[in-house]
């Protein structure tokens, strides 16, 4: 038998920056902002004012929305978001279909 630790997730309260998430066709955050060559966090979360959530996704893409992600959603592991951001190497951009969420502050 292998026995594994999972991590405890913290309360949708307590989100904490970055979390990552799956995202779907029907959009984690629907509202598309678009593609930025130097896309980073606080690239996405500037283009989201007036929004809850910045997410980005795919390295380049930046969403945004109001609605808290379901934690359902929620992905750890090394291969979930896992693309480095075109506009600050030691941060993650999501991935394929993974988008890292932060809060619009």
Do not use: H, W
Request: net charge neutral.
């Amino acid at each position: 038998m292998n026995v594994y630790k999972v991590p405890i997730m913290a309360p949708m309260a307590d989100m904490p920056d970055g979390t990552c998430y799956e995202d779907n066709a029907s959009r984690l955050l629907p509202v598309y902002i678009g593609e930025f060559p130097n896309n980073e966090k606080s690239v996405c979360i500037v283009a989201c004012k007036g929004y809850r959530y910045a997410g980005v996704q795919y390295a380049r893409e930046c969403f945004c929305g109001n609605d808290k992600p379901n934690q359902a959603l929620l992905r750890v592991g090394p291969n979930e978001c896992s693309m480095i951001c075109p506009g600050n190497t030691e941060q993650i951009c999501g991935g394929t279909f993974r988008m890292n969420v932060y809060k619009v502050v």
